[in-house]
């Protein structure tokens, strides 16, 4: 008696259930192997975030002879002036943290429109990392554990997302330029170079600047008062 064809799927299907697959885990906290992946599919990008870092430990070396005057000086830019966040509405709390990062972004989208933007923009990052560590930096020398936990709590998970906001917007104005710059030289126009497309780009990280902003906002409501300066 001939065998049936049709039982040639589940009879395979049951073989290979018989093997027991590994399991492993599916939380890590450190994916090393991902984050290498990241990395290198991602070199720019990695590259504008080392910057960033770097600007953070420059800027909180340099808070060792800061005072409170530099920061308020500085607060228009980085959002910074913890006083001033204790004693600001809501309102100018939100408007101060999404002008800080808008800031930023429309510099990077006005530098990726010109042809020399490309060798200019790395510099974003690298000075809102250093207003980053002054204000951290500051933070810590001025007022010890409080402020840093201060920093943490309130200052950090606003200005984490601002500056990856930051650091995509730099990304994406060092490809634009980059192609505009190239596209110069050869003197032909590119099919692949989009004003719109650039734009819509930018919208989007300035939707994650008012997402940043928010967040702001929520931490500075809910946590200044539990701080005193």
């Not at 408007?95 to 790395?122: D, T």
Request: aromatic share 14%.
């Amino acid at each position: 008696m001939s065998r049936k064809g049709t039982r040639i799927i589940p009879l395979y299907y049951r073989s290979q259930k018989k093997s027991r697959p590994v399991h492993e885990s599916r939380f890590r906290l450190f994916d090393l192997q991902s984050m290498f992946q990241v990395v290198t599919e991602n070199p720019l990008l990695t590259a504008l975030a080392l910057l960033l870092l770097v600007g953070t430990i420059f800027g909180a070396l340099f808070a060792r002879g800061a005072d409170d005057s530099i920061l308020q000086k500085l607060d228009l830019l980085f959002a910074s002036d913890v006083k001033a966040r204790a004693v600001q509405s809501s309102g100018s709390a939100f408007v101060a943290s999404l002008g800080s990062s808008f800031f930023f972004v429309a510099v990077c989208f006005l530098l990726g429109m010109s042809l020399w933007g490309a060798f200019v923009l790395p510099l974003v990052p690298l000075f809102r990392g250093f207003g980053f560590g002054l204000a951290s930096g500051y933070l810590y020398a001025a007022y010890g554990f409080q402020g840093v936990l201060f920093n943490a709590v309130v200052v950090l998970p606003g200005a984490f997302l601002s500056m990856i906001a930051i650091l995509l917007a730099a990304k994406e104005g060092m490809l634009f330029s980059k192609e505009a710059l190239l596209e110069a030289l050869r003197r032909e126009q590119s099919k692949t170079l989009s004003l719109k497309e650039y734009a819509v780009q930018f919208g989007s990280f300035l939707i994650l600047s008012a997402a940043a902003a928010a967040i702001d906002l929520i931490t500075t409501v809910c946590f200044t008062g539990a701080f005193s300066f």
